[in-house]
């Protein structure tokens, strides 16, 4: 009898921890399907894995190392849709995610004529180089790739990060 009770009780535990971890996905309301994936890190798994898991994930672009110094990140939400997705749909959702959530535009880069990353913040007020979140996205027009961390991403420690690269690449030039 009290092994049913225990699962009972754990069964409506991981119940309400899924129901309150839908009601803050961002993507929620873009349905899985072809072409499109979705991926949800909640704060739990966060709090377990710590920012560890993802300093070793670096591009040419983003320092991963450098934004979680000094992060706390409650969790990450990823979008990639592709061929055979209403991209344009998407891209309409993504644009009304990002004015709805009142985020301000903090890096953006294009190359060639061609929209490349924009990074979107929303900055705490307390700490200029404190965001608590951020939206990374990458719209190549067949593809769209769209990021959302929440928590505290200390966006300062990677722009120090960027400028001190940047200086390095200008003195060996």
Same mark, same amino acid.
Not at 55 to 69: G, H
Not at 112 to 125: A, C, H
């Given at each position: =009898? *009290? ?5 009972? +009780?754990? @069964? ?6 899924? $129901? &309150? ?24 798994? =966060? *709090? ?5 898991? +993802?300093? @070793? ?6 320092? $991963? &190392? ?12 990823v979008l990639n ?36 990353v924009t990074i ?52 060996n030039n």
């Amino acid at each position: =009898m *009290k092994l049913k009770n225990l699962a009972f +009780f754990l @069964a409506i535990a991981i119940i309400g921890t899924t $129901m &309150a971890c839908a009601q803050q996905r961002v993507f929620a309301d873009i349905p899985s399907g072809k072409g499109v994936q979705k991926v949800y890190v909640s704060q739990a798994l =966060m *709090k377990m894995l710590g920012t560890k898991a +993802f300093e @070793a994930v670096n591009s040419d672009d983003v320092n $991963m &190392a450098a934004i979680l110094k000094g992060s706390t990140i409650n969790s990450v939400e990823v979008l990639n849709c592709e061929e055979g997705a209403n991209l344009k749909s998407i891209r309409s959702k993504c644009q009304a995610i990002i004015k709805s959530l009142n985020l301000q535009v903090l890096v953006e880069n294009s190359e060639d004529g061609e929209q490349g990353v924009t990074i979107y913040g929303l900055p705490d007020p307390s700490d200029p180089d404190i965001v608590t979140t951020a939206l990374i996205y990458n719209d190549e027009g067949d593809e769209i790739n769209c990021v959302v961390l929440t928590g505290k991403i200390n966006f300062g420690a990677a722009v120090s990060q960027a400028m001190d690269n940047q200086n390095d690449d200008d003195d060996n030039n």
